[in-house]
């Protein structure tokens, strides 16, 4: 637990942080890490970690290598390698990810696809 509480801190390594009191209309596109703690409205994607927090709200189709989920997202959520739900989340939207934890609590309302690398379960005919 302490390990996790760390973890979630660490907001200083981030190359964007969309602030609790900011609210953006707009698209998001970068190679480092994003936190938002604010109100986001358009499309976010990222190469690397996305971060999104407990009172934040995004109505954007997302897309990032890794990501926490603690907030409101209404999109579709398309994650290449871990995705972490925490129990505050509250998504509306079809999520597609390899790897996925998801806290008692969450809420969750759409499909969940998990791929393994370029591989589905259809091409695997499991």
Do not use: C, W
């Not at 189709?61 to 409101?72: F, H, K, P, T, W």
């Not at 969450?106 to 696809?113: D, E, F, I, R, T």
């Amino acid at each position: 637990m302490f390990n996790k509480e760390v973890e979630t801190n660490k907001n200083y390594g981030a190359e964007t942080v969309i602030g609790p009191s900011i609210k953006v209309k707009g698209d998001f596109h970068g190679d480092g890490d994003i936190i938002i703690e604010g109100s986001v409205e358009g499309e976010i994607s990222t190469k690397q970690f996305l971060s999104v927090g407990k009172n934040a709200t995004i109505i954007a189709n997302v897309s990032a290598n890794s990501a926490r989920i603690a907030g409101l997202v209404k999109g579709d959520i398309k994650i290449n390698a871990y995705l972490e739900i925490l129990a505050s989340a509250k998504i509306t939207g079809n999520v597609s990810t390899e790897e996925i934890s998801i806290e008692k609590g969450a809420v969750l309302q759409g499909n969940l696809n998990m791929i393994k690398g370029e591989n589905n379960i259809q091409e695997n005919n499991l």
